[in-house]
């Protein structure tokens, strides 16, 4: 029987899983299916076998200043996307997405689309966005606590050359905080995480369907007058930074417990708890607090994954679980 690195050509074992995604639908489950893949056979119930290399960024110390937080938060955030990208809540909306683009490309209504080639486009976009998560580099700029160094105009940026993360000495600063803030200050510093990863995940809006970016663009704002900063609402207008500020309210309400996005609808209501958030602050310099709630309700996101719908037969969703396994 070969090991799951012979099985799927893996250089570094040490650092590599595999997740296998199967079908609820049958009698199989994970440690059969694992087997049948060791013994080279075709698994009865297998929908996907998706092996990933598992990098763990450190927080680089600087006179005396180590913050195991980061590293956590730097360790954690990527495999939560990754993992909690297909609630089926979640896995519908982008379903939806699909949909609609799929029925404007091919002139028909959505009644007509094809259910296998609309769940076959759907499983390619996640595949796509999940990827850009196994491998993502976060690095830290050092952070020295006796200057308080702020270097860096902004908390991080993404780099789309080489996929990658870097956070700013200034944004290191959330996690320097007294003990009674330590809480307030770890969710700051996710947040920035989670906006940077959102870039990563949907490509600088490359992955995002065309109906995504309609009912953004539907929703910003767009008389734009010479005594507004131009500049500044030029880019908060992009879809991208639209959506990574979306990304960083889920998670701020998430945290707090008064919004699941996995299976909550948000309202104005239950997303009045992020009014105090920096990213709640920008996008009402272009919209709304609905039209926040609604882009909430519109936008794919990445939520628990709790088995997601992964094909359509006769009107039954086929349901699927995951389970990694350790190269």
Do not use: C
Not at 127 to 138: A, N, R
Not at 236 to 256: G, M, Y
């Amino acid at each position: 029987m070969k090991s799951l690195a012979e099985v799927f050509g893996i250089n570094n074992p040490t650092n590599s899983k595999v997740e296998i995604k199967y079908s609820l639908n049958t009698d199989a489950n994970a440690k059969d299916i694992m087997s049948a893949i060791l013994e080279g056979k075709q698994p009865e119930g297998l929908i996907k076998a998706t092996p990933y290399v598992v990098e763990n960024s450190v927080l680089e110390p600087d006179s005396g200043f180590a913050e195991q937080s980061g590293d956590k938060i730097k360790r954690d955030s990527p495999k939560e996307l990754i993992s909690e990208s297909n609630s089926p809540y979640r896995y519908n909306i982008l379903r939806n997405a699909v949909k609609n683009d799929l029925a404007a490309e091919q002139g028909v209504s959505l009644n007509n689309i094809n259910e296998q080639e609309l769940t076959d486009k759907t499983e390619e976009i996640l595949s796509k966005k999940e990827k850009q998560l196994y491998k993502i580099p976060i690095t830290s700029l050092p952070y020295n606590r006796q200057s308080k160094d702020s270097t860096g105009k902004t908390l991080a940026s993404w780099n789309p050359n080489n996929n990658s993360i870097s956070i700013n000495a200034i944004a290191q600063q959330y996690l320097d905080v007294p003990e009674e803030h330590k809480k307030i200050g770890n969710q700051l510093f996710k947040n920035v995480v989670m906006h940077e990863l959102r870039h990563s995940y949907d490509k600088g809006g490359e992955y995002l369907t065309n109906y995504e970016k309609k009912a953004i663009f539907d929703k910003r704002k767009k008389d734009i007058s010479r005594d507004d900063d131009q500049e500044r609402l030029n880019y908060l207008n992009t879809p991208e930074e639209i959506t990574a500020r979306l990304q960083e309210i889920r998670s701020s309400l998430k945290s707090e417990g008064v919004y699941d996005a996995s299976k909550d609808k948000a309202t104005i209501e239950n997303i009045k708890g992020a009014q105090f958030s920096r990213a709640y602050k920008d996008l009402l310099e272009i919209m709304k607090p609905q039209d926040i709630a609604d882009l909430l309700n519109t936008i794919a996101a990445n939520n628990p994954k709790k088995g997601n719908p992964v094909a359509k037969n006769n009107d039954n969703i086929i349901k699927a679980n995951t389970k990694t396994f350790n190269a």
